[in-house]
């Protein structure tokens, strides 16, 4: 082994939390005059950092330091220069200093190589709390970006400019305080503070904010419990109130006094809103995205088959949802469905052409406040006081089933909620076409039995029928 191998590159080396923190020779670029720049050098999980301290040595110059001894004695000071020795004492001094920095950062957060750098760097992608926020925001779908944006600004309004991730259960608390004040529901507060939640969570993630300072747990004494707001499941359509509004789109039976343009527009937003009722209560943006698929084909066009969006980068096959297409449903796609050619949309109108996500995100959002708006105006002048939107038709889809006596798990299946994978991978197994068919035709009142007697009374003469309603009276 040579003289130059044996040369030291690491001065002092210790342990924080998870990080080991090395004084070191940087000798990945070589400098001039065979000099190399000295480093502080972090490893959490055999990833590496370098931060540079600025002086510069040779391997041997470097080597002498670190085997610098205290004999005793005075160095000779004669020419300025530190000796070797108070060179290694200066740079141990300094390494202490920044060791003391990496611990108070293991305090307050889990440790990672990107913190530690903004750390010491003052130099970040998302320097505080407030910046992940908007970067939440930003990743979100159109509709829920708004809202998470509003939740901002409410808590800007409430505490103001927070600097880095300064963020206590305290700050939160008066944040609650004001919303009070405001007279703002519990169910607006809930949705705000669920939005500060993954924040949090986002920032606890990338080891900005310590776990120890969680301020959010359920009914734990001292954190913040989440309300729950106002309860939801009476906001559902019976079958009866469902099928009223199926035989007005069917009848297009729409107030006289409306224009024929704007009867037009209600009728296509009255269609889409029964699909989403009829589709197993699938939500619109599934429904902007419904296609004619292999899977149409192969049912022989009795089914649609899709993954739902809001979970599809979660679990592939949990949230994978069959929707038989019975006679109403059918109906509906002969009136306002796109033209049924294989990868085509169902529903193009949604989507209205754009092709890019944030643009199709905007569409969906406008569609729903066309549905609900014109719904709305609908059930107004048949003399409804309930005002539904299109969420009412998940809550409709699931309730109205269970109260129909049909089976849970095929409720849940069909929504795409299931919790076991295996049941929604052996869904078509387990229900098969004819099953789902005769439950979902439970969605609307059923007057197939009734159309049958009918056929059979008109086929019966004068004294058939008298005969007939004597025996229904003696029974």
């Keep these: 082994m040579s003289e130059k191998d044996t040369f030291r590159s690491c001065l002092i080396s210790e342990q924080v939390g998870s990080c080991i923190i090395s004084l070191v020779l940087d000798k990945r670029h070589r400098k001039a005059e065979e000099k190399y720049i000295l480093s502080l050098r972090f490893t959490i999980d055999r990833k590496r950092s370098y931060y540079p301290l600025g002086d510069m040595y040779s391997e041997k110059e470097f080597d002498a330091i670190c085997r610098a001894k205290n004999t005793g004695r005075k160095p000779n000071a004669k020419d300025g220069k530190l000796s070797n020795i108070e060179i290694k004492n200066h740079l141990e001094a300094t390494f202490r200093?920044?060791?003391q920095i990496v611990k108070d950062l293991d305090k307050k957060v889990k440790l990672n190589l990107s913190l530690i750098t903004s750390s010491l760097t003052g130099k970040s992608?998302?320097?505080?709390?407030?910046?992940?926020?908007?970067?939440?925001?930003?990743?979100?779908?159109?509709?829920?970006?708004?809202?998470y944006a509003s939740a901002k600004k409410s808590f800007l309004k409430s505490v103001g400019e927070i600097s880095g991730f300064n963020i206590s259960k305290h700050t939160i608390e008066k944040w609650i305080k004001v919303m009070e004040s405001a007279k703002l529901s519990k169910t607006t507060i809930g949705i705000y503070l669920r939005a500060c939640?993954?924040?949090?969570?986002?920032?606890?993630?990338?080891?900005?904010?310590?776990?120890?300072?969680?301020?959010?747990?359920?009914?734990?004494?001292?954190?913040?419990?989440?309300?729950?707001?106002?309860?939801?499941?009476?906001?559902?359509?019976?079958?009866?109130?469902?099928?009223?509004?199926?035989?007005?789109?069917?009848?297009?039976?729409?107030?006289?006094h409306w224009e024929s343009d704007y009867s037009d527009?209600?009728?296509?937003?009255?269609?889409?809103?029964?699909?989403?009722?009829?589709?197993?209560?699938?939500?619109?943006?599934?429904?902007?995205?419904?296609?004619?698929?292999?899977?149409?084909?192969?049912?022989?066009?009795?089914?649609?088959?899709?993954?739902?969006?809001?979970?599809?980068?979660?679990?592939?096959?949990?949230?994978?949802?069959?929707?038989?297409?019975?006679?109403?449903?059918?109906?509906?796609?002969?009136?306002?469905?796109g033209p049924e050619e294989r990868g085509a949309l169902v529903f193009p109108q949604i989507s209205n052409g754009e092709i890019e996500e944030i643009q199709i995100r905007k569409q969906i959002a406008q569609e729903n406040s066309n549905i609900k708006d014109r719904v709305r105006k609908l059930v107004?002048?048949?003399?409804?006081?309930?005002?539904?939107?299109?969420?009412?038709?998940?809550?409709?889809?699931?309730?109205?089933?269970?109260?129909?006596?049909?089976?849970?798990n095929y409720i849940s299946d069909s929504m795409g909620h299931s919790h076991d994978e295996r049941i929604t991978s052996r869904y078509i197994d387990i229900f098969p076409h004819d099953t789902q068919v005769k439950y979902n035709n439970k969605l609307l009142s059923d007057n197939t039995d009734l159309n049958e007697i009918n056929k059979v009374l008109e086929t019966l003469n004068a004294n058939e029928l008298k005969e007939l309603l004597k025996k229904i009276k003696k029974n």
């Design 97 to 99: 200093s920044y060791v």
């Design 125 to 147: 992608d998302y320097t505080s709390f407030l910046s992940v926020w908007d970067m939440v925001i930003n990743e979100k779908s159109y509709g829920t970006a708004e809202s």
């Design 197 to 256: 939640r993954v924040v949090w969570n986002e920032c606890l993630n990338k080891g900005y904010i310590h776990k120890n300072e969680y301020p959010f747990g359920n009914n734990k004494k001292g954190l913040i419990t989440i309300p729950q707001g106002s309860n939801r499941k009476k906001e559902y359509l019976t079958v009866s109130q469902m099928t009223e509004l199926y035989s007005i789109f069917e009848n297009k039976n729409y107030p006289s």
């Design 265 to 337: 527009k209600v009728h296509q937003s009255l269609g889409l809103f029964l699909a989403q009722y009829l589709c197993n209560g699938f939500n619109l943006s599934d429904a902007a995205r419904l296609s004619y698929n292999d899977f149409y084909y192969i049912s022989g066009k009795r089914s649609f088959q899709f993954v739902r969006h809001k979970t599809k980068d979660r679990n592939e096959e949990a949230s994978e949802v069959i929707i038989p297409i019975i006679e109403p449903l059918k109906f509906i796609l002969n009136e306002i469905a």
């Design 380 to 408: 107004i002048e048949i003399g409804w006081e309930i005002l539904p939107s299109s969420s009412w038709c998940r809550h409709s889809f699931a309730t109205n089933l269970t109260h129909a006596g049909v089976p849970i």
